[in-house]
């Protein structure tokens, strides 16, 4: 079995909680700003990333859809909007992310289609393969425990359902490596700190995506899980990458 040391990296390295507690508590601190500073920071292509991601799954036409770490829901929405699934549940383990989340999914008038839940990954209140297709944004990077996570979304996939997680991944060109490592560890922390009173969170973002077990290495943690016809698409220079397997 592979091992990687990304499940070590926490946000706040001298707290005593697990790194399930601090992620949670980090996002409900951050809650009310993340999608401002999502697209500040991103400059917007994180919208774009998110509609690639929801592309993967448009030949499969799911009808139950489940969006894993849904956080503000963005994906969910996108997801309703593009692949009109019947319905699609959102779950996230952070309170303050679902409470932006539901309050944009009224606005939207998507109370019909998307539910919300604050459950965890590595133990889904879900029976045995119940989707469709399950989308994972921003999210296995987060997670304590990434295979038991995997896992757990392998089998409340339906067989011959899909997955895609999207992912931040490191850029090799070495013109954007630079410029990315210049954004990444001076601008994010600094307005991330400005915007959110939080710069643990944007710290931790960098030190996340340095120590997580992209491309191949993902792929192959997917294969030893059991997922089929695994794929990996970058984009953006390699900044972000696409993830796909089937049950
Ligand atoms: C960076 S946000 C991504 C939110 C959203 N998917 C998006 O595209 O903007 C990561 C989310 O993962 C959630 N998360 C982390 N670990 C989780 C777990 N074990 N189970 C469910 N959600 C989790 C966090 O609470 C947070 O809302």
């Known amino acids: 079995m592979t091992e990687f040391a990304h499940d070590t990296i926490v946000p706040f390295e001298d707290s005593a909680l697990s790194k399930k507690d601090q992620v949670a508590g980090m996002f409900n601190q951050i809650a009310g700003k993340y999608d401002f500073l999502n697209r500040l920071l991103s400059v917007g292509i994180d919208v774009y990333w998110r509609k690639k ?143 959110s009173k939080n710069k643990a969170a944007y710290t931790y973002l960098d030190k996340s995506i340095q120590q997580f077990p992209e491309g191949k290495n993902f792929i192959k943690i997917l294969q030893e899980i059991g997922y089929q016809q695994t794929e990996h698409k970058p984009l953006s220079a390699g900044i972000c990458s696409i993830y796909c397997g089937i049950k």
């Open 53 to 195: 991601g929801l592309q993967q799954l448009s030949s499969i036409f799911p009808d139950n859809l489940l969006d894993v770490a849904t956080g503000t829901a963005d994906v969910a929405i996108m997801a309703a909007k593009m692949l009109r699934p019947t319905s699609i549940v959102g779950m996230d383990i952070s309170s303050g992310m679902l409470d932006i989340a539901q309050k944009k999914i009224q606005e939207k008038g998507l109370s019909h289609t998307i539910q919300l839940k604050l459950a965890d990954s590595e133990a889904m209140p879900f029976d045995d393969n119940q989707f469709d297709a399950v989308t994972v944004a921003f999210g296995v990077r987060n997670f304590q425990d990434l295979r038991k996570g995997l896992s757990e979304i392998r089998r409340v996939l339906k067989p011959g359902g899909k997955l895609m997680v999207l992912e931040f991944s490191k850029p090799t060109f070495p013109l954007v490596k630079w410029i990315y490592t210049f954004y990444m560890k001076i601008v994010t922390p600094n307005l991330g700190k400005l915007f």
